[in-house]
Nanobody, 126 residues
Framework: QVQLVESGGGLVQAGGSLRLSCAAS????????MGWFRQAPGKEREFVAA???????YYTDSVKGRFTISRDNAKNTVYLQMNSLKPEDTAVYYC????????????????????WGQGTQVTVSS
C-alpha cells in the first residue's frame, strides 16, 4: 500500500508559477512510476505528466514546455513545476502511483495507476 499526499496548490495570476509536491509513504518509492492528473469542474480527470522510476518523462501536449515533472527518490517525493500558467490550467491536481518492474515505463491513463492522492487545488486567475 502507498499513501500519497499532494501539496503546493494555490491561487496564482496568469503567467505565474507553482510547484506541486507529492509525498509518498508506505512502500519502496523507487519501484513506482508516478503521474500527475488534473480535473477541472464538469470535466473528466485528464493526464498531465508521468515519470518512470528511472526518470523518463512524458507530457500531454498542452503543458509541454511549461510543466516539468521530476522525482527525488531519497525524499520519496515527486514534483510538478508549473510555469507560464494559464486560466485553463485551473483544476484539482492529483498525484498517482503504479508499481512497476520496468525502469523506463511510465503510464498515461487513469486505469493504469493503483494509488491516488486526495488532490490539491490550482486556480489561475486571468
Amino acid at each position: 500500500q502507498v499513501q500519497l499526499v499532494e501539496s503546493g496548490g494555490g491561487l496564482v495570476q496568469a503567467g505565474g508559477s507553482l510547484r506541486l509536491s507529492c509525498a509518498a509513504s508506505g512502500r519502496t518509492f523507487n519501484n513506482y512510476a508516478m503521474g500527475w492528473f488534473r480535473q477541472a469542474p464538469g470535466k473528466e480527470r485528464e493526464f498531465v505528466a508521468a515519470i518512470s522510476w528511472s526518470s523518463s518523462t512524458y507530457y500531454t501536449d498542452s503543458v509541454k514546455g511549461r510543466f516539468t515533472i521530476s522525482r527525488d527518490n531519497a525524499k520519496n517525493t515527486v514534483y510538478l513545476q508549473m510555469n507560464s500558467l494559464k486560466p485553463e490550467d485551473t483544476a484539482v491536481y492529483y498525484c498517482a502511483a503504479r508499481l512497476t518492474f520496468y525502469s523506463g515505463s511510465y503510464y498515461r491513463t487513469r486505469d493504469e495507476y493503483d494509488y491516488w492522492g486526495q488532490g490539491t487545488q490550482v486556480t489561475v486567475s486571468s
